[in-house]
DNA sequence: CATTACAGTATCCTTTTTGATACTATATGC
DNA sequence: GCATATAGTATCAAAAAGGATACTGTAATG
């Protein structure tokens, strides 16, 4: 985040449901989160495995998340360069909001991305 | 969403993850989802509930939640206008990711939006 | 010696999203 | 007769987010 998109300010009930989906709600982002539940990868690896996103989001969206303490960056003094990514602690605390959002999103989004649900019956 | 920030067709795993999150990422879309998970509220109603949104915002959001079959639209046929917005079926199903999110972000979110738990202790 | 992989940056540009403001029509209450 | 509440629209402008492309330096590999 950083530029909160989802304000920060405004906490009437409610508000810290808008304030955690703020953290996760860049392009890339819950992606990202959902590969490092399964353990730490490099910055290329995570690239392969979120593709289509340019390295620039993808330092942008790692950086955000590092700002806001979900995840950890660990450099390695070598050349060439080796950075290693994972879940800081609270990083991992997220992993029951991912689980809730993929097994919606498993039981919900049709092959092409349009909620399922309309009862389709209907106009059967 | 509709205009798909969030790409439906590159669904790789975790894709699920991303298309979840893509239907709940509009700037109000989770604190009415949440508002509307303790019943139906009419359209003023929920604007003096999502305070600083401005009315052109939330029809936008709420017209976007009823195209991916999230809540349910009701209008009165009666002047003044009556027009009453509900979580449909679908949208029902989302009560553990909103739950999930609200329980981190009272958990983790600080007063003032970011998160607590970069252990404030290691510099005390 | 040339190539590739690593982890990014830098710059520019387009798209998307959001905000501000003013406006609509009509029934009811004062 | 006038203001108010209802549920929005319309128009314009600003800001934020994201994409495309090219580039960096060094070590190991062939």
Redesign the interface.
């Given at each position: 985040m950083a530029k909160?998109?989802?304000?920060?300010?405004?906490?009437?009930p409610?508000?810290?449901?808008?304030?955690?989906?703020?953290?996760?709600?860049g392009?890339w982002k819950?992606?990202i989160l959902?590969?490092l539940l399964s353990g730490t990868l490099r910055f290329n690896e995570l690239r392969r495995?979120v593709?289509?996103c340019t390295p620039r989001m993808l330092t942008n969206q790692l950086r955000e998340m590092e700002e806001?303490?979900?995840i950890t960056r660990k450099v390695y003094a070598q050349v060439p360069p080796k950075v290693e990514y994972s879940l800081?602690?609270?990083g991992k605390?997220?992993e029951?909001?991912?689980r809730?959002?993929?097994?919606?999103?498993?039981?919900?989004?049709g092959?092409?991305?349009?909620?399922v649900?309309?009862d389709p019956r209907d106009s059967a």
């Open positions: 909160a998109r989802h304000s920060r300010f405004d906490c009437t409610g508000c810290s449901v808008e304030a955690a989906i703020g953290l996760i709600d392009k819950s992606i959902w590969h495995h593709e289509n806001d303490g979900l800081s602690d609270l605390t997220m029951p909001i991912l809730a959002l993929k097994e919606w999103g498993d039981a919900n989004i092959l092409y991305g349009k909620p649900g309309h």
